[in-house]
């Protein structure tokens, strides 16, 4: 909530779910579906999407955040008990949004 808040009075803009065709998502890596921990997939349902959000300004996104760890992909460690993506799909949206920012 801190970050959401912080970043909109920065910024003037909310963060908005990143659509599945957006090229975040084939910046690199082709990613449409996901995995989540086992605490995400307890608490939403059928999460097999990507949940990025973002921020577009000036017709280019300029802030791409997740709700969800993705800290799990650099460390390649499972870490059951967090929300999270599983290191697998977690390391392939870090290299997508890397790819990302560098290319457009």
């Given at each position: ?79 059951p008990f967090t ?8 390391l392939k949206i ?11």
């Amino acid at each position: 909530a801190a970050f959401r808040r912080e970043v909109s009075k920065v910024l003037g803009e909310d963060l908005a779910p990143l659509a599945l065709d957006h090229p975040v998502y084939r910046s690199l890596h082709v990613i449409q579906e996901v995995r989540y921990t086992p605490l995400v997939n307890s608490t939403f349902k059928d999460p097999r999407a990507p949940l990025l959000e973002g921020i577009e300004t000036d017709g280019s996104t300029r802030v791409v955040y997740s709700r969800f760890g993705l800290g799990c992909g650099w460390e390649n460690e499972d870490h059951p008990f967090t929300k999270a993506y599983l290191p697998d799909d977690a390391l392939k949206i870090v290299t997508n949004v890397l790819a990302y920012f560098m290319t457009y």
